[in-house]
């Protein structure tokens, strides 16, 4: 279905001016910081100040607030240091892209794969954000492209300091090298060991033993095994609790892994499935973290680094349904370009950005900059120039025990989290309602 035309500088090139213009085009346009975007740039903010151990063994992966803290000590505001390094990275996926699919599916399905994805909603999005999203599926696509042993390990121990979950590459290595010596998968287990150890060991160190992400504890507690603070407690104390999670999480994982396809490429994807054998293998790596990692604590934003290994079967069905389409394909590729572009660039939710800059502009106005502010989105304190503190639920009790604990002032909730018989104590006062009383803050203290 793509132009059959040759474009000048061949398709790649194309891909990647087009792909750079849209990304741009999107950044240019200010979309909302992700909720977790200000917790990134604080770790990179405190890796310029050489606080290394504690951003190696926190909550947050590392790779990507290094990534950011090297633009940014080039003298680029923080903020967007933090959406270039996505952008660059989603633009390093692209010739990634091109190559794995010539290999698996041949030079047109390559073409197409990397035009898609140089318009592709959910990618260009993903590009302009402060998150690691686009740096763990270039990741995942070096290693799939790799052909040497110590390369591939090392692009996976890379995954894991880019998403925790990227430690799944270790054992699907092994498996992809197991008609190879041993030497290869020693080689392949030492790269990758060698370069997730700093991890590691500034876990052991912060948290007093072994473990892949502090992360994990909060998985463990969404299993529903009550007392479990990693997954093999869940899985010994109730295995069965586990398992019921995952066939849940499937379910709702495949559903984001869809919707961040889209619904205009839905169906060349069922196309390609039965024409091009050779895409099997990026799509059982999807599956696999779709059924295993994913599905454990599923989230439409961790569907992003899969896109790219859905793109080549999309790029085969794109190709049959061309060929169907005979002399209309020209006309439906326009079409489909054009349709894919007008949402890579749609700001969506508006009213959303609007109410965080309300509130902020409330905070900064009212308590000047500095403050502390407890709530579950850090963007409010981000935007009012002070320091978010993040509850670990929505309950009340916890955010205030989390505002007493740190001499918080501000606590700023949403009326329906606070349900009957529970009312303030008498240490917090509600001054404001904004965003139509969508939100209440409240003081806290005397």
């Not at 213009?21 to 050489?50: E, M």
């Not at 992003?304 to 209309?328: D, F, I, K, Y």
């Not at 508006?350 to 800059?357: F, G, I, T, V």
Request: charged fraction near 15%; aromatic fraction near 6%.
């Amino acid at each position: 279905m793509p132009l059959r035309g040759q474009l000048p500088g061949g398709p790649l090139a194309a891909a990647l001016a087009v792909g750079l213009a849209v990304r741009v085009l999107r950044l240019l346009r200010d979309p909302l910081i992700h909720p977790d975007g200000p917790a990134y740039l604080d770790l990179a903010s405190a890796l310029l100040r050489g606080k290394v151990m504690a951003v190696l063994g926190g909550y947050y992966s590392p790779l990507y607030p290094a990534a950011v803290a090297g633009l940014a000590a080039t003298g680029l505001r923080l903020e967007l240091a933090g959406r270039a390094t996505a952008l660059l990275a989603g633009l390093a996926a692209l010739p990634l892209l091109y190559a794995l699919v010539r290999r698996c599916a041949g030079e047109r399905a390559a073409d197409a794969a990397v035009l898609v994805a140089a318009v592709h909603p959910a990618l260009v999005k993903a590009s302009a954000q402060v998150l690691p999203e686009t740096l763990a599926g270039a990741l995942l696509l070096a290693w799939l492209v790799a052909r040497r042993a110590g390369v591939a390990g090392a692009l996976a121990g890379g995954a894991y300091l880019a998403r925790p979950e990227g430690v799944l590459l270790l054992p699907l290595g092994l498996w992809r090298l197991r008609r190879a010596r041993l030497g290869a998968l020693v080689l392949y287990a030492g790269a990758a060991v060698a370069v997730m150890a700093p991890a590691l060991v500034a876990l052991r160190a912060e948290t007093g033993h072994w473990q892949l992400s502090p992360r994990e504890a909060r998985v463990a507690l969404l299993t529903g095994v009550p007392g479990a603070t990693t997954l093999a407690e869940a899985a010994l104390t109730n295995p069965a609790a586990l398992l019921a999670r995952l066939a849940e999480g499937v379910a709702r994982q495949v559903l984001y892994d869809a919707t961040a396809l889209g619904p205009l490429l839905v169906i060349p994807f069922a196309l390609g499935l039965g024409t091009a054998p050779g895409t099997r293998g990026p799509l059982a790596v999807a599956a696999w973290f779709t059924a295993l990692p994913l599905a454990l604590n599923p989230s439409p934003r961790y569907a992003v680094p899969l896109v790219p290994l859905l793109l080549p079967a999309t790029a085969a069905g794109l190709l049959a349904l061309g060929e169907r389409l005979g002399r209309h394909a020209r006309l439906a590729t326009a079409a489909l370009g054009s349709a894919l572009v007008v949402q890579a660039l749609w700001v969506s939710h508006p009213l959303d950005a609007a109410c965080s800059r309300e509130v902020s502009q409330l905070v900064l106005e009212r308590y000047g900059p500095g403050q502390a502010l407890v709530a579950v989105d850090g963007r409010f304190a981000y935007g009012a120039h002070g320091r978010a503190l993040v509850p670990p639920t929505t309950d009340p009790e916890d955010a205030l025990a989390l505002a007493r604990r740190s001499g918080a002032r501000l606590w700023l909730t949403r009326p329906a989290w606070i349900r009957p018989p529970w009312t303030p104590p008498a240490d917090a006062r509600a001054v404001a309602r904004p965003c139509g009383g969508t939100f209440v803050l409240f003081e806290v203290g005397g």
